[in-house]
């Protein structure tokens, strides 16, 4: 599989919204050593609120900025 053009900011987008259900489900975990993804999803895209509501503006930034891309 080869990801080109928008999917590589897509597949970024939901890596990271996989490890803030990690971060959701299991309370300890991290997503790397790097740092968490509720702190990422902070920084980067300005969002705030605590991780369950930081899921759902991802989720919703993903539908804007990605219509039609997830079935």
Not at 4 to 20: C, D, N, P, Q, V
Not at 45 to 67: H, M, S, T, V, W
Request: positive net charge.
């Amino acid at each position: 599989m080869v990801i080109t053009g928008r999917h590589i900011e897509l597949y970024r987008l939901l890596s990271i919204r996989a490890g803030l259900q990690l971060e959701i489900k299991c309370p300890g975990l991290r997503m790397s050593r790097a740092g968490s993804a509720q702190g990422w999803v902070k920084k980067q895209l300005g969002f705030r609120g605590n991780k369950e509501k930081l899921l759902a503006q991802l989720d919703d930034y993903i539908r804007c900025n990605f219509p039609g891309e997830l079935a």
